[in-house]
């Protein structure tokens, strides 16, 4: 299976951007859809967005479309996530996981292999 390691989270200001990263080891890492998730205290993990295996399909959850952006480098088996207009609702820890199937999807039991987080806090 793939192992991932999330990185790049941090305290900005409402308005900031921050880039994460998510570095993946093991096997066909390049076969498989990708996405992001995050979870705030208290509340259920969340969709933010997913890709395809070749990067070039994307989705995005609304509360985050026209200001995130996903992309996949596999020559370096790295997922990242930019984030732009960073507001104080996007505060939550933030995961990366790789897909079990074929077509991407927004269902987080729809990954298999899950990173262990990193912190995002906005504040205003």
């Known amino acids: 299976q793939v192992q991932l390691v999330e990185s790049g989270g941090g305290l900005v200001q409402a308005g900031d951007s921050l880039r994460l990263s998510c570095a993946g080891s093991?096997?066909?890492?390049?076969?498989?859809?990708m996405g992001w998730f995050r979870q705030a205290p208290g509340k259920e993990r969340e969709f933010v967005s997913t890709t395809s295996g070749n990067g070039r399909t994307t989705q995005y959850a609304d509360s985050v479309k026209g200001r995130f952006t996903i992309s996949r480098d596999n020559a370096k088996n790295t997922l990242y996530l930019q984030m732009n207009s960073l507001k104080p609702e996007d505060t939550a820890i933030y995961y990366c996981?790789?897909?079990?199937?074929?077509?991407?999807?927004?269902?987080?039991?729809?990954?298999?292999?899950w990173g262990q987080g990193t912190q995002v806090t906005v504040y205003s």
């Open positions: 996981a790789v897909g079990k199937y074929p077509y991407s999807s927004r269902d987080s039991r729809d990954y298999g292999s």
């Open positions: 093991g096997r066909t890492f390049s076969n498989y859809f």
